[in-house]
Nanobody
Framework: QVQLVESGGGLVQFGGSLRLSCAAS????????MGWYRQPPGKSRELVAT???????NYADSVKGRFTISRSNTKNTVSLQMISLKPEDTAVYYC??????????WGKGTLVTVSS
């Protein structure tokens, strides 16, 4: 089992910045990729960014150039630095960990609201 706890959400103005963090605990040795997904109001959950255990990032087109994902394998954390935020970035952001056998774990989510 892997437990994930997100922090850092909140209300920010258009063009502002915010940093999300996620701490993993439990069977952390089993984790391969980690990442962030989001679910905008009334929409389905979507990929934001992922990072492999080797540090290779992958971003959704909508956040490229604005969001940066980083990971610390020693601290068992993954972070998402978000700049130039837009109202369409408003969503519940979920931390995700994928194990080496393909099992997914999710945090409870943290709300990011971008006001126009």
């Amino acid at each position: 089992q892997v437990q994930l706890v997100e922090s850092g959400g909140g209300l920010v103005q258009f063009g502002g910045s915010l940093r999300l963090s996620c701490a993993a605990s439990g069977s952390i040795f089993s984790i391969n990729a980690m990442g962030w997904y989001r679910q905008p109001p009334g929409k389905s959950r979507e990929l934001v960014a992922t990072v492999t255990s080797g540090g290779e990032p992958n971003y959704a087109d909508s956040v490229k150039g604005r969001f940066t994902i980083s990971r610390s394998n020693t601290k068992n954390t993954v972070s998402l630095q978000m700049i130039s935020l837009k109202p369409e970035d408003t969503a519940v952001y979920y931390c995700n960990a994928e194990t080496r056998i393909g099992r997914d774990y999710w945090g409870k989510g943290t709300l990011v609201t971008v006001s126009s």
